[in-house]
């Protein structure tokens, strides 16, 4: 069965410190792994699509990453207008997306 | 302003009345898709259209109906709700089904 698990459930952080989330999965013919950012009161957000092995996406203090198992959402030197919940789906076929649980992530000033 | 519109974005009502959720997109995608997220769970995708009268069943289906007669419109109908449909729902449209996805705000529902 496809599965995607995210971790931690919750992550707090204070300005500036650095830290990862995890996107685990299982799925037989991953077609991309999607990260989005969900605010409060909205729908998720698109940021970054991988598609191999290997591959590395930036946007600002966003960097995702990709292995064969997981992939990765590196913040660096994070501040609080980057507090949301970070949703990591991967595409089981070219018609459906399976999604993690989330990451709520909360930056201190 | 590109963009996926859902209404009504709050909905409280009782089982059994029928209601339908509205959702259209301007972005002339030819993908769109209904979710429902729950906490602890995720979002769950609940039925998909590949384009005009092509529909398809999700993962959780079941108490649902969907209808794509124009490419802008995707409405979600629950003709019979019940209190475990109580959810927060989103629409979403891409322009093909792998591609990434423009979601709408959300609606709330709650059936008591």
């Known amino acids: 069965e496809d599965q995607v698990t995210q971790s931690p459930e919750a992550l707090r952080l204070q300005e500036g410190e650095s830290s990862s989330l995890n996107c685990s999965y299982t799925?037989?013919?991953?077609?991309?792994l999607f990260w989005y950012r969900q605010d409060p009161g909205k729908g998720p957000e698109f940021l970054f699509t991988?598609?191999?092995a290997g591959e590395e996406k930036e946007k600002e203090r966003l960097k995702a990453t990709l292995t064969k198992k997981e992939s990765f959402l590196h913040i660096t030197a994070p501040k609080p207008e980057d507090s949301a919940t970070y949703l990591c789906?991967?595409?089981?076929?070219?018609?459906?997306?399976?999604f993690g649980s989330g990451t709520q992530l909360t930056v201190l000033p | 302003e590109a963009q996926v519109t859902q209404n009504p974005r709050y909905l409280i009502t009782v089982t059994g009345k029928k209601l339908t959720v509205t959702c259209s997109q301007n972005m002339n995608h030819e993908y769109m898709s209904w979710y429902r997220q729950d906490p602890g769970l995720g979002l769950r995708q609940i039925y998909y259209s590949m384009n005009v009268e092509v529909t398809d069943k999700g993962d959780v289906p079941e108490g649902y109906k969907v209808s794509r007669k124009e490419k802008r419109n995707f409405p979600l109908i629950l003709e019979s709700p019940s209190p475990n449909q109580t959810s927060l729902y989103f629409c979403?449209?891409?322009?093909?089904?792998?591609?990434?996805?423009?979601f709408g705000d959300g609606t709330r529902l709650s059936i008591l």
């Open positions: 789906a991967v595409h089981r076929s070219a018609r459906q997306l399976t």
């Open positions: 799925v037989s013919g991953l077609r991309g």
């Open positions: 979403a449209s891409s322009l093909q089904g792998d591609q990434p996805q423009h």
């Open positions: 991988l598609y191999s």
